[in-house]
């Protein structure tokens, strides 16, 4: 069996998710997703289709690396190379489990477990009053969650109200003012009150904040059980995350912008987090992200993906989830799309009761629904042409 093609479409959905067929003369197809590549992973990977025609597509470790080494001057330890590279990867995990009949998750080694936790991420935002918040809440636990996340840093929702403009926000500033500080601990208070103690909440930080900041933050949500804080500072300074973990009595989460083993070494090796969370379609595919894994459990650290997916990239990350002894939870981030059921030829919502059941169908185990996809096709993309 030999690769013939590789084609990309693209969807709107958190950002831009790019899709990636591989085709093969046996008439076998695979599918993958990857996120966060942008525009440039499209032309990324019509470079790269031309030099991987022809090979084996068994061969799935090998053909990563080669072309990552290849073109380590052209971004082979991060960015755009790396997530075009993860969408092929995907697609050839997909592929092979299609065509030796069996689920990836059993390719990679078996399962450590059945079903996959997932929690959600969900909406609230500043200037919500408790009866709102706990709406939002009371809506994510009627699904089934018994995990959810929150952004608690203003910028993320690109707020521009009376009160921010009030105290003179500097957009560029990594200092949380008295009223930012105060909102972000509000916010905490008013869901974890609503969730109860028998939900797991973390917030995310978004690297928002400078390391003083973030020092008094986790100083103050200490008497809040959280799942974690997420990424309080930029996981590129690894001696600042270490700083901040070692002030906090919540566990500290961070990864999601990292890419391959090699962007993870120093958070391990310095223990400067408690919790690893990967983007797994993204920041190198399904094996990179088994290695990653094993290397935190090396330092009895959890992995906890990061994941924007639709049910397509979700179900390739929980095909890893399943196989190593140190997940803890998976992220879903289409709650408010009407699209996660439909985008797929399944008509189904692969997570039931906060959960992902693994199946036993070959490869990912669902397949787009192009159709649904066109309709909400990426301006200025083509259609795996």
Known sequence: MKITSIKTAATKGHGMHLWVRVTTDAGITGLGECVHG??????????????????????????????????VFDGGTGGALITALTGIEIALWDLKGKALNVPIYELLGGKFRDK???????????????????????????????????????????????????????????????????????????????????????????????????????????????????????????????EVKQHSKNPICAGENLYLRHGFRDLLEQQAVDIIMPDIPKCGG?????????????????????NVSSPIGTLASAHVCATVPNFLVLEFHWLHRDYWTTIIQEKTDIIKDGFIHMSDRPGIGVELDEEVGRQYQFPGTTWFA
């Open 38 to 71: 942008g525009k440039q992973a499209i032309a990324i990977i019509g470079y790269l289709e031309e030099r991987l025609i022809g090979k084996d597509p068994f061969a799935i470790d090998a053909i990563f690396e080669d072309m990552r080494r290849k073109h």
């Open 286 to 306: 399904l094996s990179e992200c088994r290695k990653i894994a094993n290397m935190a459990e090396l330092y009895y650290i959890p992995f906890a993906p990061h």
């Open 116 to 242: 996959i936790r997932v929690y959600a991420d969900c909406q609230v935002a500043p200037g919500m009053n408790f009866d709102e918040i706990k709406q939002v809440v009371d809506d994510v636990l009627e699904k089934g969650f018994t995990a959810l996340k929150i952004d608690v840093d203003i910028d993320a929702y690109g707020y521009k109200g009376s009160e921010v403009a009030d105290f003179q926000k500097d957009a560029f500033n990594y200092t949380a003012i008295q009223w930012e500080h105060e909102r972000m601990v509000q916010l905490v208070d008013m869901v974890t009150t609503a969730a109860g103690k028998d939900v797991a909440v973390a917030a995310d930080v978004h690297t928002r904040l400078d390391v003083p900041s973030a020092i008094r933050l986790v100083q103050d949500l200490a008497p809040y059980h959280l799942m974690w804080l997420e990424e309080p500072v930029p996981a590129e300074n690894v001696k600042a995350m270490r």
